[in-house]
């Protein structure tokens, strides 16, 4: 089965683009939305299995919880768009007089603020994918952990990616509390995605992605040997 479709293909299309939308807050959206998807595949791949009986309650619990986070995922790709166009609209709008400059500058306000509440979202609806995806490491049929890392890699990825949009977009917010607000929430979706993955690397799901430096074992091998 081919899945570069058309719409898929217009999609990497408007993304390599010269265009505004979809840009990379789509991107990590869709990150996210694969990473969902891939902890649905294992809960799938265990739960029915008589082999993986004793996993199935934890599978359906990370598979609907994952069902919830893929579908919100899969929306934010379009609202993301739509939030920037907002913006977009809100900067060229007249600022003749002083009544125009006021109203210019509250809509942008309002638009930037609803374009930071988007990608706070996907950082939402990331970590609540990951809490579902750990409830399932070790409890998932072995032969398909590696699409769990894979999952788990994936909403790390799509989290700290909306981060960046996010941070993007606090500059643009006037209003402190707000800014500052949206900014805490930001970083505590960060600091949980960080402790899971912590959790994630000792439980042993991650393998070593840091390998030795070839110059570095041959130097260890020449000190073992006395020569260095």
């Known amino acids: 089965m081919k899945y570069l479709n058309e719409k898929t293909q217009t999609y990497l299309e408007d993304l390599r683009a ?17 990473g969902a998807a891939l902890v649905m595949m294992v809960a799938e791949f265990t739960i029915g299995n ?10 359906k619990g990370a598979r609907a ?21 907002k913006v977009a609209q809100a900067r060229k709008m007249p600022e003749n007089t002083e009544d125009e400059k006021a109203a210019k500058k509250a809509k942008i306000e309002e638009a930037t603020i609803t374009a930071t509440i988007v990608p706070l979202n996907v950082m939402r609806m990331c970590h609540e994918g990951l809490a579902a995806a750990e409830m399932i490491i070790g409890k998932c049929n072995p032969n398909i952990e590696s699409d ?3 999952a788990v890699l994936n909403l790390l990825a799509g989290l700290r ?8 977009n606090l500059t ?3 209003n402190e509390n707000t800014r ?12 949980l995605a960080a402790k899971i993955e ?17 110059d570095d074992e041959v130097q260890q091998i020449l000190k073992n040997a006395g020569w260095a």
């Open 161 to 168: 990616s909306a981060w960046l949009n996010v941070l993007i």
């Open 50 to 59: 008589e082999n993986y009986a004793q996993f199935e309650e934890a599978c």
């Open 18 to 34: 010269k265009k505004s939308a979809p840009g990379g807050g789509a991107a990590a959206a869709l990150t996210g939305a694969q």
């Open 65 to 85: 919880a994952n069902s919830y986070v893929y579908a919100n995922l899969a929306m934010l790709m379009d609202q993301d768009a739509e939030a920037y166009s």
């Open 180 to 191: 500052e607000n949206f900014r805490k929430q930001g970083e505590m979706f960060l600091r």
């Open 148 to 150: 769990l890392t894979i």
């Open 172 to 174: 643009g917010i006037e």
């Open 198 to 214: 912590k959790r994630a690397e000792e439980a042993g799901l991650f393998p070593d992605f840091n390998p030795p430096d070839e």
